[in-house]
């Protein structure tokens, strides 16, 4: 077999291999552009809420990819993420800023405790610390120094509660809030809808109000009564059906990336390939972005 990042028994890949992880895929988005820089980056660089499902296959060809993947797949899809974030900047943001990056990748972190726990109970404390020490590559991936993401989980829960008391919602999350949450396909919305009602059921209330999200007494019973059916039911699936959608998404990038020779020329990489591993267009100035040289990758 060949070696990645993470063994088989390692808590990031028993917890993120998990579909109800996937739960938390609008809370992430939603926590990532209430930061302003990251706002008004995603909002002036991307278009991902008019094509919602290629965002989400490219973040997560990202996240299984360098969970799941060999150590060739995963320093292939971070170099390509960097490429592109290397031309995302503007006034107050750059798509390599560490602080921005240690922002998202505690976004997803923080979503995947959430979400696990909200389908399988209290995760253990030991557990939930060798996941925090391994959720740290979703920064590193992407030439964050390792220093910059928090050394313990007491700091980052320090971190994150500072992070979550300041920030305030700026006019270009609301926006993109807004135009992820009324997809023009129809086919979208219920699963719209639901990750709305997902995301706005764990949001910090303030941040749930500065997205303009309705929330009441009637609406929090029924999470609370979604979670406790959660908690009975998932647990009882058997594991193939609730790492199936990790499965699917491996054996996609893994046809995509043969079809598109990504991994045979790693000095010759398309346009193409960056759009298909991030996850569909982008604007002209991320198509345009240079591959960088391969690095060393921070564990």
């Not at 063994?7 to 996937?22: C, F, Q």
């Not at 990202?62 to 290397?86: Q, S």
């Not at 993401?149 to 320090?158: C, E, L, N, Q, V």
């Amino acid at each position: 077999m060949v070696e990645g990042l993470f063994r088989d028994d390692t808590a990031i890949r028993r917890v993120t291999g998990e579909a109800a992880v996937l739960g938390g895929a609008a809370y992430a988005i939603l926590l990532q552009v209430a930061h302003p820089s990251v706002g008004r980056g995603v909002r002036e660089h991307s278009d991902f809420t008019s094509r919602p499902v290629n965002r989400l296959r490219g973040t997560l060809t990202f996240v299984y990819g360098t969970v799941f993947g060999t150590r060739a797949e995963a320093d292939r899809i971070a170099a390509i993420v960097r490429a592109m974030h290397t031309k995302v900047a503007g006034p107050g943001y750059h798509g390599l800023d560490p602080d921005l990056q240690v922002w998202v990748a505690a976004t997803l972190y923080a979503g995947a405790v959430r979400f696990h726990e909200l389908a399988m109970g209290p995760m253990p404390d030991g557990e939930k610390d060798e996941l925090y020490a391994q959720s740290a590559v979703f920064a590193t991936a992407l030439g964050c120094p390792a220093d910059s993401w928090p050394a313990s989980r007491a700091a980052f829960d320090r971190y994150w509660a500072g992070m979550v008391d300041s920030i305030e919602v700026p006019p270009e999350g609301r926006e993109i809030a807004a135009e992820l949450f009324a997809p023009a396909n129809p086919l979208l919305r219920p699963a719209v809808r639901a990750q709305r009602f997902l995301a706005a059921g764990v949001l910090p209330p303030r941040l749930r109000e500065g997205f303009g999200i309705a929330w009441g007494p009637r609406q929090q019973r029924r999470f609370d009564r979604l979670g406790r059916v959660l908690r009975v039911v998932y647990p009882r699936l058997p594991r193939p059906v609730r790492t199936l959608p990790k499965n699917a998404y491996m054996r996609d990038m893994r046809r995509q990336a043969a079809r598109n020779r990504l991994y045979r020329r790693p000095g010759r990489r398309s346009r193409s390939a960056v759009r298909l591993w991030w996850g569909g267009r982008t604007r002209p100035p991320l198509r345009r972005a240079p591959t960088p040289g391969g690095g060393r990758r921070s564990e």
